[in-house]
């Protein structure tokens, strides 16, 4: 009996014992000095363009620069990770709102100060609001970036952020590399049919070819893959999203098209009954269209039906001129100091007549869609292609934001309890400015990123949670509109980047 006794205390004691060793690797911290699984974070860089960088509601501020998804992932790794922080309310311009009912807004005539523009190494942050593709590899400050050569239009941002004037260190790539990281994350190439697309494929007149994407990105990752396979750095990228998913441009078409304002079928039958071959907006069109056998310009047509289903799409400039449909007006004109096209007649009605057509310039038309959609698929297939050969990580942020866009149409997405939604204002994912992503979804982006590098890399880094940043924008009432649009007047987005 007591043999009996003394193996049962040597067979629980050992059980004791398993468990006990079972529960310490448990309890074992998943990350220990930047390092989880085979990625170690201990010199992190990410480089990028204004998401990157953190940029809000048309600038960058030190709130919303805090929750730059770079900066989320170093926190949750517990690393340094150095930024160009500029005091609230940034570098000027910054988008707020004036009135909650009509909702209409201004742009911040102040501006804050760097607050760490002496750090005396390049930033972890390399994002820079802005860059194209081809400013990764050339670019060294404000005269020889991609805008200025080819727009003549300098990018200061390229200064501020890089600070070559007293470092010396060179490109967006080159300094990255300067700090010999151990881990970096790449998202760029966004802004290679953004411009296209926002300006209503006018300026440029096109996106980046495929071509020279898959040449300029094809020498960054052979920059990061001779650079990982000298140093074992890990190396994690993320692909473009659609146009079509982003607020900027999927706010004033469905607005338009459900506005109670606007009888669409009386529309049709006057233009019916003038013998229009379609009926419904009527816009300038510099990319198909018709001139209708006697206008020395063409115009192409977009009835409720496609400006609902986005198959056509209002820019949300357009929101300042929609409230005129059917008057007789140039105030477009007036407002912008443009001469009057020959054959405008503005005594007609405004974007319901083909002789006082909708401007062109905040109208993607399916051309210009298929433009566009077609770039990004274009790029994100030589994304993927390279990744694959070089071993790197990819996150795919296109899928992603497809399905924060689809859900929309069910009732939102729901992450950490709080339901969000691409809609413009109140849906939590955007800032201001429609395009760049509110500082929770910055934690969602961020999330994306983890979720890769712990499955590429056996990586143990908890996810953000969302619920515990900030939204980027409070609203103390009711959002109101003024004849069914927002007023956002154009100047507003003067100073927008992407």
Known sequence: MKIKIGLLTIILFSALFVISCDDFTEIDPPIQNGVSGSANFSRFVSIGNSITAGYQSGTIYESGQIYAYGNLIAKQVGVEFQAPYVSDPGLGGRMEVLSLSPFTLKNNSSSGSLLNSGYPAPYNNLGVPGALIYDVL??????????????????????????????????????????????????????????????????????????????????????????????????????????????????????????????????????????????????????????????????????????????????????????????????????????????????KPFGFHPQNPFPDRYILDPNEITTANNAVTAYNSTIAGLTTNFNFGLVDMNTKFNQLRVADFTGGTVINGITFRTTYPTGGLFSLDAVHPSSQAHGIIANEFITVINAKYGAKIPLVDVAAIPGSIYFAGKIGYQNGYPIIPDNVFNHLLF
């Open 138 to 347: 050339f670019a060294t400050n404000s005269t020889n970036c991609a805008s200025a050569v080819f727009a003549s239009t300098p990018n200061p941002y390229f200064d501020i952020i890089l600070r070559n004037s007293v470092l010396n260190k060179g490109t967006q790539l080159q300094q990255a590399l300067s700090l010999a990281p151990t881990f970096i994350t790449l998202w760029i190439g966004n802004n290679d049919v953004l411009g296209y697309a926002t300006s209503g494929a006018i300026s440029p007149s096109s996106p980046t070819s495929a071509t020279q994407f898959g040449q300029l990105f094809g020498g960054i990752a052979q920059g990061l893959s001779q650079y990982t396979s000298q140093t074992g750095a890990k190396v994690v990228v993320a692909n473009i999203p659609n146009v079509s998913a982003i607020p900027f441009f999927t706010t004033v078409g469905p607005a338009l098209a459900t506005n109670p304002l606007i009888a669409w079928w009386q529309v049709a039958l006057s233009q019916q009954a003038s013998g229009l071959p379609a009926t419904g907006l009527i816009y300038m069109s510099h990319e198909g269209g018709t001139n209708l056998g006697t206008l020395p310009y063409q115009v192409g047509f977009a009835d409720s039906v496609s400006l609902r289903n986005t198959t056509t799409l209002v820019t949300l400039l357009g929101s300042s001129y929609a409230p005129l449909l059917g008057q007789q007006t140039g105030k477009y004109y007036r407002d912008n100091n443009l001469t009057i096209p020959l054959g405008v007649d503005t005594t």
